[in-house]
């Protein structure tokens, strides 16, 4: 491709982000940003441990809007540690209203570095006391991997204060012994795309079977993301997984209904 046609794609990817952009912060002002809550559930037993929250915008044309259609954009326009602070103000809130639930929230690879954002969130917690056990702040490994020495200190802090730690879309990234050693999360969540090929290769489940090994001796716990069959659930379960989360238990819902038990290994 000429340098043309490349500079005018840029533009046009520029100009569509500005309107993604501008369509989030609108959805912010009208309170059209809401959560989808999907389960995360023991294997053990099938009771729910915590529930992910799942941003969505509402959208007069399109419905409900997944996060994942728009989140680029705002990282490129700039807007992710606004949409960050909405949903971590948002969660906190969820917690006080009912003390019987336990949350997780995303944070973008900006947000794993901002210090202003882990200030909010102290903030928040001495106004609560008691709810960061309740709550457990998922970083992809590769936003870890990212900036490394700066995500363990958040790390360590959020878990000094109490909160939960999960690496999320492990097996995605090139973490190593060293990054494990030196992020120190409570949980490893195992990247969806490896769960899916569990049932055709057997190679993966090999892996599956070294890597819940390794975290046992870490001392992590493990989530299988995007779990969607009873065959993968199988699996996972015989292989020993900690706890489960996808379409198999339950799909993310905007209902605000918190289950004690799903459907686990038992």
Not at 13 to 34: E, M, T
Not at 58 to 63: M, N
Not at 216 to 242: H, M, N, Q, Y
Request: proline share 3%.
């Amino acid at each position: 491709m000429s340098e043309r046609p490349r500079r005018q794609e840029a533009r046009e990817r520029q100009w569509r982000n500005r309107a993604i952009g501008a369509s989030v912060q609108a959805a912010l002002r009208q309170d059209r940003l809401l959560f989808a809550y999907q389960p995360v559930v023991s294997a053990a037993t099938g009771e729910v441990d915590y529930f992910e929250c799942l941003l969505r915008m509402r959208d007069a044309e399109r419905g409900l809007v997944a996060c994942g259609e728009f989140v680029v954009a705002i990282e490129e326009v700039g807007l992710i540690g606004l949409i960050d602070r909405f949903v971590l103000g948002r969660v906190v809130e969820e917690l006080a209203a009912d003390p019987a639930i336990k949350l997780g929230l995303n944070i973008s690879a900006l947000t794993a570095c901002d210090r202003s954002w882990l200030r909010s969130l102290m903030a928040l917690l001495r106004r609560n006391p008691g709810l960061a056990g309740r709550l457990v702040v998922e970083i992809t490994e590769t936003a870890a991997l990212d900036s490394l020495a700066e995500t363990a200190r958040f790390v360590d802090t959020l878990r000094h204060a109490g909160c939960r730690v999960a690496l999320d879309d492990f097996g995605a990234g090139h973490t190593s012994l060293r990054h494990l050693q030196a992020l120190s999360v409570d949980t490893l969540k195992i990247d969806g795309g490896f769960v899916r090929s569990l049932p055709a290769r057997p190679e993966s489940r090999v892996f599956l079977r070294h890597l819940l090994g390794l975290s046992r001796d870490f001392g992590f716990s493990t989530v299988a993301e995007c779990v969607e069959t009873v065959e993968e659930a199988e699996l996972l379960c015989a292989e020993g997984i900690g706890f489960m989360q996808g379409f198999h238990f339950g799909r993310p819902a905007i209902e605000r209904v918190w289950p004690a038990h799903s459907n686990g290994c038992a």
